[in-house]
């Protein structure tokens, strides 16, 4: 069965550059979420979207942003990037139409800021 | 302010026992929980999930109990096999109406020694 697919799977960048993590989600699912995961600590909800409309929004910095595209795939863009922004970064996908409350998770993008 | 709780950061089993993974919440509003397994540099996978209906849901050799009155669910694992070694994240979601987002416990290691 297809899975939810983030590219890329490893991203190292510097302090103060810009990042853009795309996700894929399993075919007819409607709902994308993104989660970021720091070292030892849960999963953080960031943001979510519905049928590429922003549906809630979490922890997330005004320094990052968001959004989910006509063919549902979604991209979360992090810009002036601290150290403190290296985690592990999961996109889950969900098909909300069917009353389901499973997300299905990606595996990570694993962003390193140096 | 940890609204899912997993008091318990690892747990050590005998291959063939059972393992019991526990997990508190303070939310009310939550009224759909789920239980993932985690291996390293992997996503969390999904194992199975319970509404707050039910006591209890089945799949397999894993089991969710949920008590609402204490607010506290448990997943056994009968028997437990080495591969069940991972990191269980108990996750839970305020549901209808609400967007799905989960917010999750801080995790528990279960070994299983052959």
């Known amino acids: 069965a297809a899975g939810v697919i983030q590219s890329p799977r490893h991203l190292i960048k510097e302090k103060r550059e810009t990042a853009t993590l795309k996700c894929y989600p399993i075919?007819?699912?409607?709902?994308v979420y993104w989660y970021q995961q720091g070292p030892g600590q849960d999963p953080q909800f960031l943001i979510s979207?519905?049928?590429?409309?922003?549906?809630d929004k979490g922890s997330i910095p005004d320094r990052f942003s968001a959004q989910q595209f006509s063919d549902y795939h979604s991209e979360l863009n992090m810009s002036s990037l601290e150290l403190g922004d290296s985690a592990l970064y999961f996109c889950?996908?969900?098909?909300?139409?069917?009353?389901?409350?499973?997300?299905?998770f990606g595996p990570g993008t694993r962003l390193t800021v140096t | 302010d940890q609204q899912v709780k997993q008091n318990s950061p690892s747990l050590s089993v005998q291959e063939g026992r059972i393992s019991i993974l526990n997990c508190d919440y303070t939310?009310?509003?939550?009224?759909?929980f789920l239980w993932y397994k985690k291996y390293p540099a992997e996503g969390p996978t999904f194992l199975i999930s319970?509404?707050?209906?039910?006591d209890k849901n089945e799949d397999g050799r894993f089991t969710v109990f949920l008590n609402k009155s204490a607010k506290h669910l448990s997943l056994h694992i009968v028997p437990s096999q080495p591969g069940d070694s991972a990191v269980y994240f108990c996750?839970?979601?305020?549901?209808?109406?609400?967007?799905?987002?989960?917010?999750f416990g801080q995790g528990t290691t279960l070994q299983v020694k052959p």
């Open positions: 319970i509404s707050s209906i039910k």
């Open positions: 979207f519905y049928e590429k409309m922003q549906s």
């Open positions: 889950a996908s969900r098909d909300r139409g069917r009353s389901s409350y499973e997300q299905y």
């Open positions: 075919p007819r699912h409607d709902t």
């Open positions: 996750a839970a979601s305020a549901g209808s109406g609400n967007t799905g987002k989960l917010i």
């Open positions: 939310n009310s509003m939550f009224d759909y």
